[in-house]
C-alpha cells in the first residue's frame, strides 16, 4: 500500500506564498496521475490541482494562474506552489492519485492565510 506524506504548510499573510511537497512510497509513482485536494472547517474535501503521468495539469477556476503543481518522479514526489495566497485558501492540503480509487489518504498538511 503507497503511503503518502504532505508537508510544508503553515501560517501566511495575505499576498504570501507557500510551496507544499507530498513524497509517496513505492516504486510505480511515476505511472499515476496525481493530485492536491483541500478541506475547509465544515466543507468537503475538493480536487484544486492535478497533473498526469505525462505532466498535462488543470487547476480549479479559483485557484488558475496562483498554484502550480508539478512532479519529480524521481524522488516520488508531487509539488504544489502557491502564490497570492487569499484567506480563502485556508484548509487542509492533501495529495493522492485521481482517476482511480484513491490511496490510504495521508495527515494532511494546514495552510492558514490569515494577517
Known amino acids: 500500500q503507497v503511503q503518502l506524506v504532505e508537508s510544508g504548510g503553515g501560517l501566511v499573510q495575505p499576498g504570501g506564498s507557500l510551496r507544499l511537497s507530498c513524497k509517496a512510497s513505492?516504486?510505480?509513482?511515476?505511472?499515476?496521475?496525481m493530485g492536491w485536494y483541500r478541506q475547509a472547517p465544515g466543507k468537503q474535501r475538493e480536487l484544486v490541482a492535478q497533473?498526469?503521468?505525462?505532466?498535462?495539469?488543470i487547476y480549479k477556476d479559483s485557484v488558475k494562474g496562483r498554484f502550480t503543481i508539478s512532479r519529480d518522479n524521481a524522488k516520488n514526489t508531487v509539488y504544489l506552489q502557491m502564490n497570492t495566497l487569499k484567506p480563502e485558501d485556508t484548509a487542509v492540503y492533501y495529495c493522492?492519485?485521481?482517476?482511480?480509487?484513491?490511496?490510504?489518504w495521508g495527515q494532511g498538511t494546514q495552510v492558514t492565510v490569515s494577517s
Open positions: 493522492n492519485r485521481i482517476n482511480l480509487a484513491p490511496w490510504d
Open positions: 513505492g516504486p510505480i509513482f511515476n505511472i499515476y496521475d
Open positions: 497533473i498526469t503521468r505525462n505532466r498535462n495539469t
